[in-house]
């Protein structure tokens, strides 16, 4: 083998060490196991599982601190009064509603929280303020076929990066008030 040759030899011999584990002989004290297989990846290899708790701890752990989240973040005085509205109208399905519709509402709350992340930014532009405002009016007067028009109307007349994540959980709310009437 000329030189060459012997360097691109075990170049890509290494290449190959470096994806391709070598299986190593089972130690006596995992045979005593009664493991069925006389080979196991080398102890460098084996990932010891976590529960999901510890996986979260590890995680919570390495994650950098973020910034306070907008939920934190106080509302503008002209926007209170609209998430105040919706926070009742979960509040109110939450009691009323059966425990099927209790999961449903429950997701549209978690969609909702994006609304309250845009009103504390101040995201929304007036007319869909406005919109939303009126819908939250139709929804509280439980006149949900009027509510479920305004809904079509807000989506389709607002930028949808916006309001997709809370208009879902807003429609939610409106198919289980009318589901509960």
């Known amino acids: 083998m000329t030189s060459t040759m012997y360097a691109h030899h075990h170049q890509a011999q290494a290449r190959v060490q470096q994806h391709i584990p070598m299986w190593v002989p089972v130690t006596s004290a995992a045979m005593a196991t009664q493991s069925p297989y006389p080979y196991a990846w080398p102890t460098t290899m084996v990932m010891q599982m ?36 919706y926070e009742a109208v979960i ?11 209790k999961r449903k509402v429950g997701d549209a709350a978690k969609r909702m929280l994006s609304l309250r992340e845009s009103l504390a930014l101040e995201e929304l532009d007036d007319e869909v303020l406005q919109n939303l405002t009126s819908l939250l009016m139709c929804i509280k007067n439980k006149d949900y076929t009027t509510a479920l028009q305004w809904h079509q109307y807000v989506v389709s007349r ?24």
């Open 50 to 85: 976590a529960s999901p708790q510890q996986q979260q701890q590890q995680q919570q752990q390495q994650a950098p601190p973020s910034e306070p989240s907008a939920a934190d973040m106080p509302l503008p005085a002209n926007t209170k009064p609209l998430w105040e509205g």
């Open 91 to 101: 509040q109110e399905m939450q009691a009323k509603c059966s425990m099927a519709q």
């Open 158 to 181: 607002s930028n949808p990066v916006m309001v997709s994540k809370f208009m879902i959980g807003i429609k939610a709310l409106i198919s289980v008030g009318k589901a509960m009437c």
